[in-house]
């Protein structure tokens, strides 16, 4: 079956917004999405508007979805090497190692940690260099 979807997305990376279309029937983690309109290119994506009517999955080539996986993904690297359970409490429990994140005028995510050792600290350094290649992620 297919079912197609549109929904407006507001990342939590940076300030674009936009509609993309998908079916819905399809599973979220392979499933195409499209780009469909742009209501707003933040000054980060000026070029935003080139992408409208190009589809990608979840391992985005759209700078803008790229960044927010990149996010995401970083966090659960995070996630992962602090040793924290998936269960209901693991976005709690992994919110009390982060201040805040930010991506800067280079496009690189800045992490600012707390309460991490310094073996804690180089151990997710070490994963996100692995995923994401040097220089994609500071760990601080
Ligand atoms: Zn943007």
Not at 5 to 12: A, G, T
Request: with cysteine.
């Amino acid at each position: 079956m297919v079912r197609i979807c549109r929904n407006r997305w507001k990342p939590d990376t940076c300030g674009c917004d936009v509609e993309f279309e998908f079916d819905d029937d399809l599973d979220i983690a392979t499933r195409p999405n499209k780009l469909v309109r742009v209501y707003k290119a933040c000054p980060a994506h000026p070029d935003l508007a080139d992408y409208i009517g190009r589809t990608w999955v979840q391992e985005a080539t759209v700078p803008f979805h790229q960044e927010n996986q990149r996010k995401n993904r970083a966090l659960e690297e995070m996630g992962t090497r602090l040793g924290i359970p998936e269960d209901e409490n693991y976005f709690n429990n992994l919110q009390k190692y982060i201040n805040g994140w930010h991506f800067d005028a280079n496009r690189v995510l800045h992490i600012s940690t707390k309460g991490l050792t310094v073996n804690q600290r180089n151990q997710v350094k070490s994963a996100v260099d692995t995923r994401f290649g040097n220089g994609k992620v500071m760990i601080e």
